[in-house]
């Protein structure tokens, strides 16, 4: 499974952006797909995940409200909309996936077999 990630960049206090996350290889519409970002100098941090087979979603609790995340499987492709952006959000942010997730785990980076590379976003003030 190879994972790419898309839509980072620089914004303003307060701006929007969309990543998306885009599988291909030996993928299935039963995986579940987390974002994850990790900030210079910081660990690497969960933001929220979601289940592709039924949609349901997860999320930082205190990130909840300004990130949404949310999928197609006809593309292969999952989403995640930053708004209200702040300068706190800025690092790069990693979409990963599993066939298997228990959901105990499902906000932990070790419960994820594949990663993409990541895309930076930068929010300046």
């Known amino acids: 499974v190879q994972l790419q990630a898309f839509g980072g960049g620089s914004v303003h206090t307060g701006g929007s952006l969309r990543l998306s996350c885009t599988a291909s290889?030996?993928?299935?519409?039963?995986?579940?797909v987390a974002w994850f970002r990790q900030a210079p100098g910081k660990e690497r941090d969960f933001v929220a995940g979601?289940?592709?087979?039924?949609?349901?979603?997860f999320y930082e609790e205190s990130l909840k409200g300004r990130f949404v995340i949310s999928r197609d499987n006809s593309k292969n492709t999952v989403y995640l909309q930053m708004n209200s952006l702040e300068p706190e959000d800025t690092a790069v942010y990693y979409c990963?996936?599993?066939?298997?997730?228990?959901?105990?785990?499902?906000?932990?980076?070790?419960?994820?077999?594949?990663w993409g590379l990541g895309t930076l976003v930068t929010v300046s003030s």
């Open positions: 990963a996936t599993s066939a298997t997730v228990i959901l105990s785990e499902r906000r932990n980076d070790r419960a994820y077999q594949y």
């Open positions: 290889g030996r993928t299935s519409s039963q995986y579940t």
């Open positions: 979601i289940w592709r087979s039924t949609g349901r979603s």
